[in-house]
């Protein structure tokens, strides 16, 4: 959480639901699939920095907006350092190879 008191995936569904748009929606505009979109809302993982552009551009927020006021990625709850994918998920962590 950052000092605001929220997640990332709290400060995403709020920004998506302000936009009016469901998952599947957004998926349609970021090309993220929902189940992606879903994991980081419930904060079961963390975005790469080229995920958190794409969300940010297609939810027209800036990026500090959703990644919250520290500008720092979030610990992972499962692994316990920043932006690291679990074993499952595929994800690339935030210091690794940009997702495409």
């Given at each position: 959480?950052?000092?605001?008191?929220?997640?990332?995936?709290?400060?995403?569904?709020?920004?998506?639901?302000?936009?009016?748009?469901?998952?599947?929606?957004?998926?349609?505009?970021?090309?993220?699939?929902?189940?992606?979109?879903?994991r980081y809302?419930?904060?079961?993982?963390?975005?790469?920095?080229?995920?958190?552009?794409?969300?940010s551009?297609?939810?027209?927020?800036?990026?500090?907006?959703?990644?919250?006021?520290?500008?720092?990625?979030?610990?992972?709850?499962?692994?316990?350092?920043?932006?690291?994918?679990?074993?499952?998920?595929?994800?690339?962590?935030?210091?690794?190879?940009?997702?495409?």
């Open positions: 959480m950052r000092s605001d008191g929220k997640t990332f995936g709290q400060r995403l569904r709020e920004a998506r639901i302000r936009a009016g748009l469901s998952q599947s929606d957004l998926e349609e505009i970021s090309g993220i699939p929902k189940a992606r979109l879903s809302e419930n904060g079961h993982v963390s975005p790469s920095i080229h995920t958190l552009e794409r969300l551009r297609a939810l027209e927020q800036t990026r500090r907006t959703l990644d919250g006021p520290s500008g720092r990625p979030e610990a992972n709850p499962i692994s316990g350092s920043p932006g690291s994918p679990t074993k499952a998920s595929g994800l690339a962590s935030c210091a690794g190879p940009v997702e495409g």
